[in-house]
């Protein structure tokens, strides 16, 4: 059977009477690696070189079906035989094959039930083509047996959206041929007995012809480029999906063209460190080990920030008792959370009829002492040393030995905060990002001396509460703040010396982010950045340049961004314009400041931008406060809208290298030297021709 380079655990042969059945056996998802790629040509040749099974089965052991092609494998040179190859040996196969899918068929794993004669589904299992989330399209045949099988519209999208079908609709639409119960192996045995004796029928795609529509194609190539206009593969996708009117054999051409052309582009690699770094950033120590029971949480502010964080816990089945100290402030917060949890049936994440089982776990209390039962308090008010300071000193007489105590604040020292409690231990930083039932980012942000038991508890919650939990150490603005604090002010800087506010958005907006930060400050408020500027005035650096001039200025105004109707931009009918009157406070800024204007290029302004990013995040990475390059990346792509498709600005900044980034960095320098300094790693990555992805895998 298999030769030298397959285990025979990995991919192998069972027969009961004249049927067989290939199992499948590569955890933790059954991935198809090279090893189950070549698996799977061996068994298949050599059971039609023996040809006395009726039929054939391919199942998989362990949690789940396929969950495609093995992702560690993309960017290495191909091994054969590719998986296109071998879905073709399966098609071709002259006994009849039957795939039979529990848990999840993804990717390349749906796509081998594809090319298979008939497929067959355990109840409860979805089927998915998730390449479009990491920069690539179905390249094993999804793309032109989908649309044989469940018509264009359908291949389309499943392939664009990338999301789980569950069984019943894929059955519905002809995508899977039967739904049953059982086990996979016992259901195996069935199937391949049924499409033997015929009761199972097969249906091949090599002999099915695609019911084409050019005007669907068309819609949905000008859809993809509305929505995703950064984006090669989508229009990829549907390329090989056009393709599909074609013979199956000229089409998988053109499928594998389209694949390898993905393959190819850097927003492939980015999407690719966006996967596995969400999941790298819980594989550290300080995730691990043991954990404390969280039953029952403890929100102190009905705010923004705190109702949001009290939504996120409901929305996980944890029940919440809410603390305000006046009516008025609880009343707005069950309103808030109410609000939130009436958006969330309405955005479909929450079932209509989960909502009021939701709301009946919250228990709203204007009583401190309340807090005595709960297992984690999380306090959400005002970022201010002193009132902090008197919260956890009161909670430090209410709260049961062992209790957790969580400050969401976005910046302030996690040490100070504890020192104030008799059990520093069980302090730690859990900052959330606004809104909090919406934004995934959770930084976990590690005091002095935070148990490791309540770090890792940390993390069990994030992941109870379906975030992405950051380790962060404790510095003015952790790790995300820190590093907006920093680059923030390039953008000001050049507003100040020449660009306008929307050229700078426009710039960043073509670079892939969501929104420019203008745009930004307008939706979050300018009053924020304006009193945090006013409260900070006195510990300013002298020798820094003042980035603030032309906000303080909007603000003397009364313009706060969208909710007073202006700001940047000035906000009256559906498409906001830029405020004229900004424009002459600027003018007259840059009078005031003896500068004058110079224009920038588009790609000047994000070469600024992210040098800036990335030389304050290269620092945090430096003195710790982020353990890994990887950290700071997921920071930014699940808290601060950075274009997914990039990876992140470390990993962004490996596809500059270290020696170009100094380089711009001391030409900036001629101009403020104060701001642009090479940060040390930077310069030691230079002279070593070494990557953050280096730095990524020591850590
Ligand atoms: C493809 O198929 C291309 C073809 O069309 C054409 C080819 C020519 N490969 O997420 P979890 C690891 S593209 C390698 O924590 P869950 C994952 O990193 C592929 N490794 O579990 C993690 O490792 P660790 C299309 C993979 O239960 C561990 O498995 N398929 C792969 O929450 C557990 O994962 C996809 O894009 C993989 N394909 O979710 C599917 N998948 O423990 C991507 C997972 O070391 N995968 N790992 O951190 C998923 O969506 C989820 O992992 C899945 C399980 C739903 C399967």
């Known amino acids: 059977m298999a030769d030298g380079s397959t285990g025979p655990e990995v991919v192998s042969i069972e027969r009961e009477g004249d049927i067989a059945l290939i ?28 040809g006395t099974a009726k039929a054939i089965a391919i ?54 039930a594809l090319c298979s004669h008939a497929r067959v589904a355990i109840k409860g299992s979805r089927v998915g083509l998730p390449e479009i989330l990491i920069g690539l399209l179905p390249g094993a045949g999804g793309t032109q047996r989908l649309p044989r099988l469940s018509g264009l519209e359908f291949a389309l999208d499943m392939s664009l959206s990338g999301r789980q079908v569950g069984v019943a609709e ?17 259901v195996a045995v069935h199937s391949a007995r049924d499409l033997a004796d015929g009761s199972l029928a097969a249906r091949r795609t090599d002999k099915i012809e695609t019911v084409y529509d050019q005007a669907v194609i068309d819609a949905a190539l000008a859809g993809v480029k509305a929505r995703s206009p950064h984006l090669v593969n989508p229009v ?53 080990g043991p954990t404390r029971d969280i039953q029952k949480i403890g929100v102190i502010g009905g705010g923004t920030m705190g109702s949001g964080i009290a939504t996120s816990c409901l929305l996980a089945g944890i029940p919440v008792r809410l603390i305000e100290v006046a009516a008025e402030g609880l009343e707005r917060g069950v309103a808030t959370i109410t609000k939130n949890l009436d958006g969330a049936v309405s955005r479909g994440k929450l079932p209509a009829d989960k909502r009021d089982a939701a709301i009946a776990m919250l228990e709203p209390s204007l009583e401190m002492d309340s807090l005595a039962d709960v297992d984690l308090v999380l306090e959400a008010v005002f970022e201010q040393m002193d009132v902090k300071r008197e919260i956890f000193g009161k909670l430090d007489g209410i709260c049961k030995p062992g209790a957790i105590l969580a400050s969401n604040t976005s910046y302030l020292d996690i040490n100070e905060i504890a020192s104030v409690t008799s059990r520093p231990q069980d302090v730690l930083g859990l900052h959330f990002f606004s809104p909090a039932h919406v934004m995934r980012l959770l930084e976990i942000v590690q005091g002095e001396k935070t148990a490791p038991d309540v770090l890792a508890t940390g993390f069990a919650l994030a992941k ?14 952790f790790i995300g703040n820190r590093i907006l604090a920093h680059y923030g002010k390039t953008a000001s800087y050049l507003v100040l010396d020449g660009a306008s506010p929307q050229q700078v958005d426009d710039a960043l907006e073509g670079f892939g982010f969501a929104m420019g930060p203008h745009r ?169 021709g070494t990557s953050f992805a280096d730095l990524n895998k020591e850590g």
């Open 59 to 112: 199942y998989c052991a362990g949690r789940t079906f396929m969950a495609g092609a093995d992702i560690k494998e993309f960017g290495k040179p191909s091994k054969p035989p590719v998986m296109p190859e071998v879905h073709s040996k399966i098609e071709q196969s002259a006994i009849p094959v039957v795939s039979v899918i529990h848990g999840t068929a993804l990717g390349g794993g749906f796509e081998m």
């Open 236 to 288: 990829k996708t549907v390329e090989a999906i056009a393709a599909s009117r074609l013979p199956l054999e000229e089409g998988m051409k053109i499928e594998r063209q389209c694949f390898m052309d993905c393959m190819e582009t850097p927003q492939r690699a980015g999407l690719i460190h966006a996967f596995f770094g969400e999941r790298a950033v819980s594989g550290i120590a300080e995730a691990k």
């Open 520 to 688: 930004v400050g307008d939706l979050a408020g300018l009053d924020i950045g304006w009193m945090t500027r006013k409260r900070k005035a006195a510990d300013r650096d002298p020798a820094e340049r003042y980035a603030g001039a032309v906000a303080d200025r909007i603000c003397e105004n009364g313009w706060f961004g969208r909710k007073s109707g202006k700001g940047y931009y000035v906000y009256e009918g559906s498409t906001p314009q830029p405020n004229p009157e900004v424009a002459t406070i600027i003018d007259e800024v840059r009078a005031a400041e003896g500068i004058t204007p110079r224009s920038f290029t588009d790609e000047e302004i994000v070469d600024r931008y992210m040098t800036a990013m990335i030389a304050e995040a290269a620092r945090v990475v430096e003195d710790g406060t982020a353990k890994r390059p990887v950290d700071v990346d997921m920071v930014f792509l699940f808290g601060y809208g950075f274009p997914r498709f990039r990876g992140g600005p470390l990993h962004y900044a490996d596809t500059l290298g270290a020696a170009e980034l100094v380089r711009r960095i001391e030409a900036y320098a001629q101009e403020d030297p104060h701001y642009w300094q090479v940060p040390d790693l930077l310069r030691k990555m230079a002279a070593d």
């Open 23 to 50: 199992r499948i056996d590569n955890p933790p998802v059954n991935a198809s690696s090279h090893a189950v790629r070549q698996g799977l040509w061996n068994t298949l040749e050599e059971l039609n070189a023996e």
């Open 170 to 186: 894929a059955l519905e639409k002809g995508a899977i041929d039967r739904v049953v119960e059982g086990d996979p192996r016992d």
């Open 464 to 477: 109870r509460l379906k975030k992405v939990g950051v380790l962060a150490q404790v510095c003015d603005g």
